[in-house]
């Protein structure tokens, strides 16, 4: 066999295992929203109204940069739609090698928050709105019959309510396999991050909790994660939200912290979680012990805290008079 064939072959073998071992790689797949045609309330601005389309791809190009070495990244642009959004993202899943190692799913929240500023001795010192980047720890059975999604379709209550259940096989919650909580105290930059515990009724918590259920029937192997992203909302007629921030230096800030989240994410995705279940007497018992380390560590702190206003807003009765 000749030089010049024996060194085809071997380039020739050098490419198929690079291109298998490209294959190999974990998947991390991100989606994000296409615009929304009709929202609930007051219309965004128009250029904040794909906020996490935007995000979604920027965030994908840059992790994609960052990791390609490692991880192979994909995004998907999901449509607002009740019906579609679910199986069009398991259409995708379909289509890939392997099922993704990580899913993070964002979509546009307009939940206004405050932050309570306190002095050493307790007292309230300022109370500011904020506009946070909300990590949902859980989908809620729940789909609206109040809001249309951009196919026409709402939800129908024969008794008028303004949610009706979206599987009533289900349970009325259904928490995610990752822990939010655990992976936003790891972060050095926990500011305008915020755990939450409703993720409302729209198309948001559709596809939250039809992938839930999925991950749960089929025994995946996906780590999941849905990520409200903030509007961004100019104040009174300037161009600049209530922070100060133009819409390029919102959009920098948060998108350098989605970054860092799913670094940390794809770090401990798939480590145990004490999640709220039926049963949320487990983090309740997880307490005590972060009480216990709080004033070691900014981390127990950070802990102690995510989980105390998560039973709070769970309304459990652990917490009562607290």
């Known amino acids: 066999m000749g030089t010049n064939r024996i060194m085809v072959l071997f380039i020739a073998c050098l490419l198929g295992a690079l291109a298998q071992a490209q294959s190999q790689r974990p998947i991390l797949l991100i989606t994000s929203f296409e615009d929304f045609d009709i929202v609930e309330g007051p219309l965004p601005p128009s250029a904040a109204r794909n906020m996490s389309n935007l995000l979604g791809a920027q965030l ?79 989908a809620r059975n729940t789909g609206s019959t109040i809001s249309f999604d951009n196919d026409g379709f709402t939800f129908v209550s024969p008794k008028g309510e303004k949610s009706v259940p979206l599987d009533p096989s ?29 993720p409302g009724d729209y198309v948001c918590n559709s596809l939250a ?7 749960r029937a089929n025994k995946l192997v996906s780590a999941f994660q849905f990520i409200h992203i903030p509007n961004f909302t100019p104040t009174g007629s300037g161009l600049k939200n209530m922070r100060g921030e133009t819409q390029d230096k919102f959009f920098a800030r948060n998108l350098k912290l989605l970054e860092n989240y799913v670094k940390v994410f794809i770090k401990l995705g798939h480590k145990p979680a004490y999640l709220p279940t039926a049963d949320t007497s487990a983090i309740a018992n997880h307490l005590q012990r972060f009480e216990q380390r709080k004033a070691i560590s900014e981390k127990s702190q950070c802990l102690y805290d995510a989980y105390t206003n998560l039973l709070k807003s769970l309304k459990h009765p652990a917490l009562e008079g607290i």
């Open 60 to 138: 994908s190009a840059t992790l994609k940069s960052k990791l390609s070495d490692k991880i192979r990244v994909e995004h998907l642009v999901l449509p607002v739609s009740f019906a579609r959004a679910h199986l069009e993202l398991f259409n995708f899943i379909h289509t890939l090698p392997q099922q993704p190692h990580w899913i993070i799913s964002l979509g546009v929240s307009n939940r206004k928050y405050q932050r309570t500023i306190f002095d050493s001795a307790g007292r309230i010192l300022d109370i500011q709105p904020i506009e946070p980047i909300q990590l949902e720890v859980m």
């Open 170 to 198: 289900q349970p009325d919650l259904l928490p995610f396999n990752t822990n939010p909580i655990e992976i936003l105290c790891e972060m050095q930059d926990q500011r305008s991050i915020v755990i939450s515990s409703h």
């Open 209 to 215: 909790f039809r992938v839930t259920e999925q991950i």
